[in-house]
C-alpha cells in the first residue's frame, strides 16, 4: 500500500523522546497565608522556642529557604501569627452594624474564633515573648475588641464590671482554642456562644462565693523543693525559655553544675512544679467535695476551688499554661493526665446538673468555665480579694449554664 509520499510501513517508528523542560511548579497566590496558618499552628503546638522553621515549612510543603523569603526570621512570622486573630475579630465585627445586639457580636466572633481554633490560641500566651512595641499593637487590637463587646453588653445589661463580663465572655468563646474536644462546628458554635450570652448577664454586684480551702504547698525544706519553689517565679516573670540553669542554681545558692544532682535539666523542673501544683488542686477538689451532696452544691465547691487556687497560684498557672506545650511527651504526658482527671471530675457533675448534655458538649462548657477564670483573672490582675474571688467564680457558674 502507497501513499502519495512514499510507501507507509507496516509498523511506525517509535515516536522521538520529549525533551522538553517539565512545566515549572506553580506557587499558589496564598502561600503567605499557608505559613502563617501552619506558623501558627506549629506556635501554638510546641510554644515559640521550641517551634522550628522546617517543621513550619514541611507543613506547608516548601523548603525552608523558600519560607525565608516570606519571614526573615522566626520571629518575624511569630508577629505575625499572634496578630492573626486579632485582625480577624476586628475585620469580623467591622462587618457587624453598630447597633448590633450582644448576640450578632458573639456570633460573629464565635464564627471566627471556632473556624481557626487550632491556630488561634496563639495570642493567649505566646505574645509574651512579643517585643514591647508588638505587644503594645496587639493589645491595642484587643482593646478595640473588648470595648465593642463591652459597649452591647452595657446597652443591654446596664450593671456594673461591664468590661469584666465582656473579657470573661471573650475568655469562654476564646476556650475552644485551648482544646482538641470533637464536636460538630455548628453545636460548638451555639454552645459558645449561649455562654458567653449568660457571662455577660451576669450580675457580678452582689456574688458571693463560697469560702474553701485550698492546701499550702509545702514548705521547701530540701534542696529540690527549693529549686522548684524559686524557679516559678524566674519562669512566670521572665519566660522559660530565657531563664537559665545559672540563674535557678543563683537562687539557691548554688553553682549552676550541681543544678544537676536534683534535676537532669530544666524542662524538669517545669514539669515537677507542674505536677505538684496539679497534686495541690487535687488535694483540694478532695478535701473541699468531702460531705458535699447533690450536682449543684459539688459545682459550687468546684467553682470556688478552682477560683481559690487559680487566685492563690497565678504565677504557677501562667507558666503552666503558657509552656507545658513545649514539654517533652515524657514529662508532659503526665500533667496531661492530671488535667484530663481534673476535667472529668467537673463534667461528670455538669451532667449530672444538666441531664440534657452529652459527654463532649459538657466537656466544652467546663472548658469555657477555664477560659472565663483565666481572662477574668488576668483583667484583675489577679488582685486576690474576696470580692473578686465572688465575681469570677459567678461568671464561671453562668458560664455552666447553672
Not at 101 to 112: G, K, L, P
Not at 187 to 208: F, K
Not at 364 to 370: K, P, Q, S, Y
Request: charged share 20%; glycine share 6%; with cysteine.
Amino acid at each position: 500500500m502507497t501513499g502519495t509520499h512514499g510507501p507507509i510501513p507496516a509498523h511506525p517508528a517509535p515516536a522521538a523522546p520529549v525533551t522538553a523542560e517539565p512545566a515549572a511548579a506553580v506557587r499558589p497566590r496564598n502561600r503567605r497565608q499557608l505559613i502563617v496558618e501552619a506558623g501558627a499552628a506549629v506556635f501554638g503546638e510546641r510554644g515559640y522556642h521550641a517551634a522550628a522553621m522546617e517543621e513550619i515549612a514541611r507543613r506547608v510543603g516548601i523548603t525552608a529557604a523558600a519560607l525565608y523569603r516570606h519571614f526573615p526570621n522566626k520571629y518575624a512570622l511569630f508577629a505575625e501569627c499572634a496578630n492573626v486573630m486579632a485582625d480577624r475579630l476586628v475585620a469580623a465585627l467591622a462587618e457587624v452594624p453598630p447597633d448590633a445586639s450582644a448576640a450578632e457580636i458573639f456570633a460573629a466572633v464565635t464564627r471566627v474564633t471556632v473556624a481557626h481554633r487550632e491556630t488561634g490560641g496563639v495570642y493567649r500566651w505566646e505574645a509574651r515573648y512579643l517585643e514591647r512595641a508588638d505587644r503594645r499593637v496587639l493589645a491595642a487590637k484587643f482593646a478595640q475588641v473588648v470595648w465593642r463587646v463591652a459597649e452591647a453588653v452595657r446597652r443591654e445589661h446596664p450593671w456594673p464590671e461591664e468590661d469584666l463580663r465582656a473579657v470573661g465572655a471573650l475568655g469562654a468563646i476564646g476556650s475552644v482554642t485551648t482544646h482538641h474536644t470533637s464536636i460538630a462546628q455548628r453545636r460548638i458554635e451555639d454552645l459558645l456562644q449561649a455562654a458567653a450570652l449568660r457571662v455577660a448577664a451576669t450580675d457580678v454586684s452582689a456574688a458571693h462565693a463560697p469560702v474553701v480551702e485550698i492546701p499550702a504547698p509545702p514548705v521547701p525544706r530540701t534542696r529540690r523543693s527549693e529549686i522548684l519553689a524559686a524557679a516559678v517565679p524566674l519562669f512566670e516573670r521572665d519566660g522559660f525559655a530565657t531563664v537559665t540553669n545559672g540563674r535557678i542554681a543563683e537562687a539557691v545558692g548554688l553553682v549552676p553544675s550541681a543544678l544537676y544532682r536534683y534535676f537532669p535539666g530544666k524542662a524538669d523542673i517545669l514539669a515537677a512544679a507542674c505536677l505538684q501544683a496539679a497534686d495541690l488542686l487535687a488535694r483540694s477538689v478532695d478535701h473541699n467535695l468531702r460531705g458535699v451532696t447533690g450536682p449543684h452544691a459539688a459545682l459550687s465547691a468546684l467553682t470556688a476551688t478552682y477560683v481559690a487556687y487559680s487566685f492563690e497560684h497565678s504565677a504557677l498557672n501562667s507558666v503552666a499554661n503558657a509552656e507545658i506545650a513545649g514539654l517533652p511527651d515524657a514529662l508532659r504526658r503526665p500533667l496531661v493526665a492530671a488535667q484530663r482527671e481534673h476535667i472529668a471530675i467537673w463534667e461528670e457533675h455538669l451532667r449530672q446538673a444538666r441531664p440534657e448534655l452529652d459527654a463532649r458538649p459538657a466537656r466544652t462548657l467546663v472548658h469555657a468555665g477555664f477560659g472565663v477564670v483565666v481572662e477574668a483573672g488576668r483583667r484583675l490582675r489577679w488582685a486576690d480579694r474576696p470580692e473578686h474571688r465572688a465575681a469570677v467564680a459567678a461568671l464561671l457558674v453562668s458560664a455552666l449554664g447553672l
